[in-house]
């Protein structure tokens, strides 16, 4: 037996000194404002001891990852919550994703710690949410969201209709992230399925539409990101390494004041908000759901014509189709993706081009497919549309997107490397959240037949490499120019991205090659500072 000095066996016991007591703390102020399952689950997880519980416990006992959000859900939100809790392991995991790092008192705080909210929970999908005729033209504030909400209502129901055809054989089986436990323990028989999508009566709440102002929740401009705790590579599969999945919320409030959780089942507003230390506990109604595949995710959003289209498309020289390609719950796919998904309605729209395209080009569906990929890096909304931080990317057909927000709403568009913009479309909806990245929903299929898979696989490994540095959490809202620490890459990948950040590292770049005198668009948006390039 090792003979442990003393300074070692002191060791331990002064850190459970050091942890006793701020986690008792928390979990008696927890249980104060009538959060009871949530302090005892805390304990377990204290208890267990496992390798994400410790993760999770020392962040929030020691207090010594900066500040941060915990998103605690009540009694009630428990009682609803369909999914296995144990093992420990699992907890650990669903709790950590409920840790944020930064500040975000998202909640009213009346400095009361009374239990009432505890008791009256708002019913799951509260009437009037989802009300049709409440995002009609000329009810609302202003030509911008008036298309929008046009545009949105058609999106709406195509997505329905989407539904109804979507045949029950396309749902991959495990319409949830905690499904990947199954293979683990043949035996968990109860492992709850927490969504079916082929009967589910449930409105899509990331579209919600609220009264005033009636913008759905998760339209571009108006969702904030936070960097969870959350980094176990059985749920988070986002590129690099140890970076956290993220939580989205809504910053329109619903006619109650309130934030709204995105990604969730059903309404999920911050009820209030209190601090503990240096942790800010925003109470919600809702366990929150930690994002799962794609498959899944496209279903559940009624993506079906794209999903199909992604599935029956195989791109030049590689060996599966893209679905598979970018699917990581398969053991190979994408760490990290952005996707623009077109709706079903721009599916329908384009369906006649693409053959006709085909016709000349043996590759133009791949093309087309790929113009809506950004392959290896999440590029969440803040990024794509500021309109003060001009930024571009290349596609994996290797065609430069650019974006572009003004008073008609905010676009993509793929543009050719040596002429203008080829299409643009409009970005409806953003922050569907998948374990391996993030899909935007936008409005027409990007019909461009430019390729350069040299100019992509640059793109690819830059922004490896960049995903490949030490990843520092964000102490803030993630994806926001201002939050971006200089060199790190940060979440938004490293060369197919340009920004403000990127500027101070200009000579870092490689200027040759890529011909910027024939690149209207991008110069055009990229004038003065915010300019910078990539190596080709
Ligand atoms: C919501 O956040 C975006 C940034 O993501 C900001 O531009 C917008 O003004 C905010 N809107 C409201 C209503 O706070
Ligand atoms: C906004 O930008 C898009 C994409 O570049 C463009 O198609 C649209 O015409 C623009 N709208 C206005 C009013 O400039
Ligand atoms: C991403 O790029 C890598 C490297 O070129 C390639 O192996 C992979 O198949 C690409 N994935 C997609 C979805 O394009």
């Given amino acids: 037996m090792v003979k442990l000095s003393p300074l070692l066996y002191s060791a331990p016991f002064f850190f459970q000194l050091a942890l006793a007591d701020p986690l008792q703390d ?69 709790l950590s994703y ?33 009300q049709p005729g409440i995002n009609q033209p000329g009810v609302v504030d202003g030509q911008q969201w008036s298309g929008t909400g046009q545009q949105w209502q058609g999106g709406e129901q195509q997505w329905n209709q989407g539904g109804q055809q979507g045949q029950p054989g396309t749902n991959m089986g495990n319409p949830n992230v905690y499904a990947s436990d199954q293979g683990q323990s043949p035996t968990d028989g109860q492992t709850p399925v927490r969504r079916e999508e082929s009967e589910s009566p449930i409105p899509d709440l990331q579209s919600a539409i609220v009264g005033n102002p009636p913008i759905p929740y998760n339209t571009p401009n108006h969702v904030t990101i936070g960097r969870s705790t959350l980094i176990d590579s059985k749920y988070v599969m986002l590129e690099g390494k140890d970076r956290g999945q993220v939580v989205a919320w809504s910053n329109v409030t619903g006619t109650d004041g309130k934030t709204r959780m ?72 994408s760490h990290g993706f952005t996707i623009f998904a ?41 990024t794509l549309c500021s309109s003060t931080y001009p930024f571009y990317a290349i596609a994996s057909s290797g065609g430069p997107l650019t974006f572009m927000v003004n008073n008609t709403g905010t676009f993509v568009t793929i543009n050719h ?15 569907l959240l998948a374990h391996n990245g993030v899909v935007h929903v936008v409005d027409s299929i990007l019909m461009s037949p430019y390729r350069d898979d040299n100019a992509a696989y640059a793109a690819y490994n830059q922004a490896a490499a960049m995903a490949s540095q030490p990843f520092i959490p964000e102490q803030g809202p993630v994806g926001l120019p201002t939050s971006l620490p200089i060199g790190t890459g940060n979440g938004i990948g490293g060369g197919v991205v340009i920004n403000a950040a990127q500027r101070h590292f200009d000579n870092l770049f490689n200027f040759g090659g890529w011909d910027l005198s024939n690149y209207g668009v991008v110069l055009s948006i990229l004038t003065g500072i915010w300019f910078t390039t990539v190596p080709f």
């Fill in 26 to 94: 928390l979990c008696e102020t927890l249980r104060s404002l009538g959060l009871k399952k949530l302090s005892s689950y805390i304990s377990d997880v204290a208890a267990a001891n496992t390798p994400t519980g410790q993760h999770f416990i020392g962040i929030l006992s020691m207090g010594n990852a900066g500040p941060m959000t915990l998103f605690a859900p009540t009694d009630q939100a428990f009682d609803n919550f369909a999914v296995k809790l144990n093992p420990p392991e699992r907890l650990a995991s669903i």
């Fill in 98 to 130: 409920h840790l944020v790092h930064g500040h975000f008192p998202l909640g009213i705080d009346d400095g009361v710690h009374d239990e009432s909210f505890a008791i009256n929970q708002p019913s799951v999908g509260q009437p009037g949410i989802n």
């Fill in 262 to 333: 995105l990604n969730q089942d059903s309404d999920c507003p911050v009820l209030k908000s209190t601090k503990w230390k240096e942790i800010i506990i925003n109470v919600v109604p809702v366990v929150l759901y930690i994002p799962g595949s794609l498959p899944q995710l496209l279903m559940k959003h009624k993506l079906v014509a794209f999903k199909a289209m992604l599935k029956e498309t195989t791109a030049p020289g590689m060996p599966m189709n893209l679905l598979d390609a970018l699917d990581a719950s398969n053991g190979y796919g």
């Fill in 342 to 382: 077109a709706s079903d309605e721009a599916v329908m729209h384009a369906k006649e081009m693409i053959p006709a395209m085909t016709l000349n080009d043996p590759h133009a569906m791949a093309t087309v497919m790929q113009n809506h990929i950004i392959n290896g890096t999440t590029i969440y909304s803040p």
């Fill in 417 to 431: 490397n040596d002429g203008g913009p080829i299409h643009s479309a409009r970005i409806l909806s953003t922050e």
